[in-house]
């Protein structure tokens, strides 16, 4: 978007101001946050073994991996814990659409009970 000669200083400043937000935005971290109970190990290993290297694929890591969570505070008491950080929203929707995973993610569904979130990191 260009300003005409005419527009405000106040105007000029604020379309700069946005500019700078996109570009912080687009380089923020993004994670997925899984919260699950496993009900079939047996079934589940398979996706264990397998998830990894999607996961890197998309350039994601583990940040915390299977373990399980002290709950602090409220009702919430996940069984166990999984969060990946990625380095851009982009990669973690791109990991959750791969065609390559659907089957595994199929897998997790019929063998875990689970929550998951995506989330925007700060910057």
Request: proline share 4%; with cysteine; glycine share 6%.
């Amino acid at each position: 978007m260009r300003f005409a000669r005419a527009a405000s200083a106040r105007e000029r400043a604020a379309f700069e101001d946005q500019r700078g937000l996109v570009r912080e935005v687009q380089g923020m971290k993004a994670y997925l946050v899984l919260d699950l109970s496993v009900n079939d190990f047996a079934g589940f290993r398979k996706y264990i073994a397998e998830i990894p290297a999607f996961i890197a694929k998309h350039s994601g890591k583990y940040i915390v991996q299977g373990v399980q969570p002290t709950a602090i505070e409220g009702d919430w008491k996940p069984e166990r814990m999984v969060i990946i950080e990625f380095p851009e929203r982009e990669n973690a929707e791109a990991f959750l659409s791969d065609p390559e995973t659907q089957d595994l993610f199929r897998v997790r569904h019929a063998t875990t009970t689970s929550k998951l979130v995506l989330a925007d990191g700060c910057t």
